[in-house]
């Protein structure tokens, strides 16, 4: 087949092609070197805490040096718009990829619900299971099952921090969108203004669970240990949490740039790329609150 | 220094390729470990202990280190080479990808030499056995956290290059098919590897913090384990088999000198085996207990995949009718993989069976099974792809004789080694048990003679693939279209292919198509 070089192409402007980088090396090095330290440590091999501690240390050092190497290049303007579509893209599917791994707890949930609880308590075609092992056992919700293991709980209900932390994250996609609409029109100070309140909201939801965690654990004897429920609710809003705390980092980051003077009014995904990872945490949350706590 | 710095994704390729081959070997020496168990009945050489170990590393081996890595590596080779741009989208992602891979193995094989061994509860995990795992449990868990950011971030970077760096004119449907069926493995690795990640994390929480997911005394299950296991392992096995379709469909149209037959119906075709692999995970447990509906709906849906696979047999076969065929070595391992795998594919259909699955359940026909189409089908296509791409990547041609002995011999040997253990499967022979009854003894020994005489044959293979990468003195030069009938945009570049493939992308027009012509 015959090929022409596009005619107005010329060489360099064409792609980014970024320069060698030792980066992603050291990341990996740091990221080995922590997962071998906690291993050890989770089967008492002792390796001390040096692995742990380096390793995570050098992590978010490289992580810092490496979105920082990105805001520059972005910055001096060495990107085109194929590259900033190969970031929005990039960010789509790694969303799409956290989609994916909350489902995997999400499924567990539905499982433990619908179909292992009632199977132990005899329904369906496992009547044996139930009158052999656990006669006594019925199908309830919440269930630390048949050997109630971790002993009596009680849940956390859903009418009084869930429900603040529910406000406050859906107000938080609000904020973060007045911030989009500020920069968009280039009011930088009232985008900066607007995503520390973001920050505020994100920040006071990780006080609130952190407080609705003791509470759990202190005086509501509900723990990880707490059977099926306490294993998919601690997971659940666990793995959230860290998404927050994530996602509250990125905004602390990106509120930074800001403040020296990044972004521009039409070409900012930086921006938008953790506000879409705001919106997805906050997708998530309501799921939780629906299917965690109130159902 | 380069190697550990290089961005570029020619370099990455050659990497990945290299660890991959470097992997097939050590999950080969396991392989021929647990066959020389088999020799006879009885234990010989290895303790059972030492014997699970061995089978459960190497299938981590083989599918994590060998086939997978291979996968990426061509695509890294060959995906923007032909779709016309310079580099995959992300290249500094694209080297933290391949450079998880060695540590991810190294923690992996590490646990070889910790007291009580490495994971010896099989490949898939399967709680409460895994649990009890020792000091191995933990770093095989965090390999394969490793492992699935390597594979979720090589696949994003994959299918935002397809869809964001296609030369101006290569429309989706002008795509060559290696290309196409990469975009839907990318797709469903992107799906499916996080999953897996959250089903190992459940163990990890089970076994240190006290959760109870796979516990039934909690009000968990450990079958809920295996949905989630096999909702991430059916696609897996796609994932290990969509990019050899493509390979497949691209060497066969040069050889038969014809178009493809078909090329939009390879493109559905694809798209539907990805979508039928989410919906049929529970054939892997129809002996597990699961209800009756779910053992119909299972049955049925895995049934239904044979249509698409249908789909893409004949079309192989309708391309090469009344072709002008020449039997150079990628055409010779095409060959084979049609044929060959499509045996895995008719065992495949009778293990779909749920009633009788009753029967050939975790026994040696479903090990024939899977490796017909892993070995002679995976392995096959990427061997030949690199057959075929090899030319063109170092400038000269491998030794022709040699790749045909190489052919030949793989393909007699591999079926020495896995045609009996039908047999032996179907007469009650259990998988994973290193001792078997004394009727099934000929077999297994045709069948152990069988794999290190595959094994041997493939020293072929690796000095020819030397001799064209490290030591070309005295190898005949590369012509830039190295097949007479080769089509697409990688054989418009000379050989070897320049370190940027296109620096200035190019263009196609209207009436040509980028795909095998
Ligand atoms: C010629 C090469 C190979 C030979 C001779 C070989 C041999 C074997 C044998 C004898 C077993 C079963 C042991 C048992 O169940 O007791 C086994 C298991 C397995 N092999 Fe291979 N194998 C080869 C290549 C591969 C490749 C290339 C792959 C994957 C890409 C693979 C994947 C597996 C898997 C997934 C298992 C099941 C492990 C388990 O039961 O957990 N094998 N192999
Ligand atoms: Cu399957």
Redesign the interface.
């Known amino acids: 087949m015959a090929t022409h070089a596009a005619p107005h192409a010329s060489a360099n402007a064409r792609y980014f092609v970024p320069a060698p980088s030792a980066w992603p090396f050291i990341l990996t090095a740091a990221l080995g070197s922590l997962l071998y330290g906690v291993s050890a440590y989770l089967e008492d091999r002792n390796l001390g805490p040096l692995p742990i501690v380096v390793g995570a240390l050098v992590m978010v050092y490289i992580i810092f040096r490496w979105f920082r190497g990105i805001a520059l290049e972005s910055e001096s303007g060495q990107y085109s718009a194929q590259v900033d579509r190969t970031y929005r893209l990039g960010m789509s599917w790694f969303i799409f990829s956290e989609v994916m791994f909350f489902a995997a707890f999400f499924g567990a949930l539905y499982y433990a619900r619908e179909l292992s609880v009632p199977w132990l308590s005899g329904e369906g075609a496992k009547a044996l299971t139930n009158s052999v092992l656990w006669p006594n056992f019925e199908n309830t919700w919440p269930s630390n099952g048949p050997a109630k293991i971790g002993g009596h709980f009680e849940t956390v209900s859903p009418w009084g921090l869930p429900l603040l932390n529910t406000v406050l994250l859906l107000t938080s996609s609000v904020t973060i969108t007045f911030a989009h609409h500020a920069i968009k029109e280039g009011h930088r100070r009232a985008c900066i203004l607007w995503m520390l309140a973001t920050i505020a909201l994100g920040a006071t939801f990780l006080y609130f669970q952190a407080h609705e965690y003791i509470e759990a654990y202190h005086e509501l004897n509900l723990t990880l240990n707490s059977g099926v429920y306490g294993s998919t609710f601690f997971l659940l809003t666990g793995f959230h949490g860290m998404h927050v705390t994530l996602g509250t980092i990125m905004m602390i980051s990106i509120t930074g740039r800001l403040m020296f003077g990044h972004f521009k009014p039409e070409r900012h995904f930086g921006f938008e790329g953790v506000a879409w990872y705001w919106h997805f945490v906050d997708v998530v949350w309501v799921g939780l609150f629906i299917f965690v706590y109130i159902l | 220094?380069?190697w550990?710095?290089?961005?570029n994704h020619k370099d990455l390729g050659t990497l990945y390729l290299w660890f991959s081959f470097a992997m097939f070997f050590v999950g080969g020496l396991m392989s021929l470990v647990i066959r020389a168990e088999l020799f006879q009945p009885g234990l010989q050489f290895i303790d059972p202990e030492f014997y699970n170990q061995m089978i459960t590393l190497h299938a981590l081996v083989m599918i994590f280190g060998g086939v997978m890595p291979a996968f990426v590596g061509l695509a890294n080779w060959m995906v923007p080479m032909m779709i016309?741009?310079?580099?995959l989208?992300?290249?500094?992602?694209n080297?933290?990808g391949f450079?998880?891979l060695p540590?991810?193995f190294?923690?992996l094989l590490s646990t070889l030499f910790l007291p009580g061994g490495g994971p010896a509860g099989g490949w898939t995990l399967y709680p409460p056995l895994v649990l009890q795992g020792?000091?191995s449990?933990?770093?095989t868990?965090?390999a394969i956290?490793?492992l699935g950011i390597s594979s979720?971030t090589g696949?994003?970077?994959i299918?935002?290059t397809i869809?964001?760096?296609r030369?101006?004119g290569m429309t989706l449907l002008k795509m060559p098919l290696f290309v196409w069926t990469w975009l839907i493995t990318a797709y469903l690795l992107?799906?499916?590897?996080?999953?897996l990640?959250?089903?190992v994390?459940?163990l990890l929480?089970?076994k240190?913090?006290?959760?109870?997911?796979f516990?039934?005394?909690?009000?968990?299950?450990p079958?809920?384990f295996e949905?989630?296991f096999w909702?991430f392992g059916h696609p897996e096995v796609y994932i290990m088999i969509l990019p050899a379709f493509g390979i497949i469909s691209t060497i066969i149209p040069t050889f038969a000198r014809k178009q493809l037959f078909g090329y939009s119906s390879m493109v559905y075709a694809t798209a539907s085996i990805a979508f039928l692999s989410f919906i049929v995970w529970a054939h892997h447990m129809f002996t597990v207990?699961i209800?009756?509906a779910g053992e119909l709906f299972f049955m049925f849906s895995t049934m239904l995949i044979a249509v698409p696979t249908g789909v893409k047999v004949f079309n192989w076969l309708a391309t090469m009718w009344r072709g002008s065929m020449t039997f150079e070595t990628p055409m010779l391992f095409a060959i084979g993989f049609v044929f060959l795998f499509t045996i895995g594919g008719f065992s495949g259909i009778m293990l779909a069976l749920a009633p009788v699955d009753f029967q050939y359940h975790n026994s040696y026909f479903v090990v024939a099974h899977f490796h017909y189409v892993l070995v002679p089908g995976a392995i096959f296509s990427i061997i030949g792809g690199i057959y075929y791409w090899i030319p063109k990547w170092t400038g000269v041609m491998y030794n022709e004789t040699l790749g045909k002995w190489h052919f030949w011999l793989s393909a007699i040997f591999i079926n020495i080694t896995f045609f009996p253990q039908h047999f032996v499967g179907l007469a009650g022979m259990p998988r994973r048990i290193p001792d078997y009854a004394v009727q099934f003894t000929d077999f297994n020994q045709i069948s152990t003679i069988g794999a290190f005489l595959y094994f041997i044959a493939q020293f072929l293979m690796v000095y020819n693939f030397l001799r064209c990468a490290l030591f070309r003195k005295g190898m005949a030069p590369a012509k830039a279209v190295v097949w007479e009938g080769a089509?697409?945009?990688e054989w418009?570049v000379p050989s070897p292919a320049p370190y940027?493939t296109f620096?200035?992308?190019?263009?196609?027009?209207d009436d040509?198509?980028?795909h095998a012509?």
């Open positions: 220094m380069r550990i710095k290089t961005t016309g741009c310079s580099d989208a992300l290249p500094r992602v080297n933290w450079w998880i540590f991810a190294a923690m020792g000091a449990f933990p770093l868990i965090f956290h490793m979720i696949a994003i970077n299918v935002v869809m964001n760096m030369a101006p992107i799906a499916v590897m996080p999953v990640a959250g089903a994390t459940m929480t089970d240190y913090f006290g959760t109870s997911f516990n039934a005394a909690g009000g968990g299950d079958v809920m949905h989630i909702f207990g209800p009756l089509h697409g945009l418009t940027h620096e200035d992308p190019p263009h196609v027009g040509e198509t980028a012509h």
